[in-house]
């Protein structure tokens, strides 16, 4: 959305809305780079590893932490590192609990973030069940933060348009942006760039069992940003 928005303010082509060094040059605004912080389930990296959310990648800057329902990350995880990046090779019940992919991993780097964030010269959190729920509203909170003042409504609009999960998918599948991240070289819809999308989509995917030994991680280590007690996150799994 956001490098789709600066296009449009820049009379440039959406197909390059993923370029966003050249866009925020273009725009006069600070660089936007987006980074996994050392917890990428691709590096496999061990929890006790001190560049797992380091923060010596962002101190004195400005950080935007983008986070989601636990349990749809590692099902999003998963699939990716499954199917997409053939980088893991086991079920879904095995990615949770292995410590260089699963809840552990996600948990420590959350609490390192929340730890630090002092470090950081200014610290928001965006949700992605915000950005379902409002995308406008979670598009004009991001562009403020990076420094673009009075958003042009018509703009966010067309941005919000552009960026819904059936387009994109399209998008993706034409070779819209000539990325090599968001091609699919394989016909499995498995290993789509972009999948569902879906809030609570880990419905479909994890077993009580699973479940079960999330949240109990979830207490045990706690989740920081979760706007939602642990028990009545869970109760419906009772």
Not at 183 to 203: C, H, T
Not at 220 to 232: C, D, G, H, R, Y
Request: net charge positive; with cysteine.
């Amino acid at each position: 959305m956001l490098g789709y928005y600066l296009t449009r303010t820049l009379a440039s082509n959406p197909e390059h809305s993923l370029k966003l060094e050249d866009l925020c040059e273009r725009s006069g605004i600070p660089l936007i780079a987006y980074s996994h912080n050392g917890t990428s389930f691709s590096d496999k990296l061990p929890p006790r590893s001190r560049v797992v959310a380091s923060p010596e990648e962002w101190k004195n800057k400005k950080v935007m932490l983008l986070v989601r329902d636990n349990r749809d990350v590692l099902v999003s995880a998963y699939f990716h590192c499954r199917y997409r990046e053939k980088s893991f090779d086991g079920s879904v019940s095995q990615y949770i609990r292995h410590p260089f992919v699963g809840i552990e991993k996600l948990l420590t780097a959350l609490n390192r973030w929340h730890q630090t964030k002092h470090l950081a010269k200014s610290f928001e959190v965006l949700t992605y069940e915000e950005m379902r729920a409002n995308p406008i509203a979670a598009l004009r909170k991001t562009l403020l933060f990076a420094g673009v003042q009075n958003p042009v409504e018509a703009h966010l609009n067309d941005a919000v348009e552009f960026t819904r999960i059936e387009n994109l998918q399209k998008l993706e599948k034409s070779n819209f942006f000539g990325e090599i991240e968001m091609q699919n070289r394989s016909n499995d819809p498995r290993a789509r760039k972009v999948r569902e999308g879906k809030i609570g989509g880990f419905r479909e995917h994890l077993s009580q069992d699973d479940l079960d030994f999330i949240a109990e991680k979830e207490a045990e280590l706690t989740n920081p940003f979760s706007q939602i007690p642990v028990k009545s996150r869970y109760a419906e799994n009772a």
